[in-house]
């Protein structure tokens, strides 16, 4: 699992679901190929202030 220079190498995040054989330095993480090839997850969707819910009303005073 280990080469020299004491880092580590893992296996493609899809090793199993697509037959990879490629070795990446991040756990988990996907290689070049299985990005190219379009396996990768899609990016998520940044948060705007559009999407955040809106404050709510302050309670009247009485």
Same mark, same amino acid.
């Given at each position: 699992m280990?080469?020299?220079g004491g880092f580590n190498k &893992?296996?493609?995040k899809?090793?199993?679901?697509?037959n990879c054989n490629n070795?990446?330095?991040?756990n988990g993480g996907e290689c070049a190929m299985?990005?190219?090839?379009? &396996?990768?997850d899609p990016p998520? =969707?940044?948060?705007?202030?559009? @999407? =955040?819910?809106? @404050?709510p009303k302050p309670a009247d005073k009485k």
């Open positions: 280990s080469g020299s &893992y296996r493609c899809f090793f199993l679901t697509h070795w990446v330095w991040v299985c990005m190219a090839n379009g &396996y990768s998520k =969707k940044a948060e705007t202030a559009k @999407d =955040k819910p809106a @404050d």
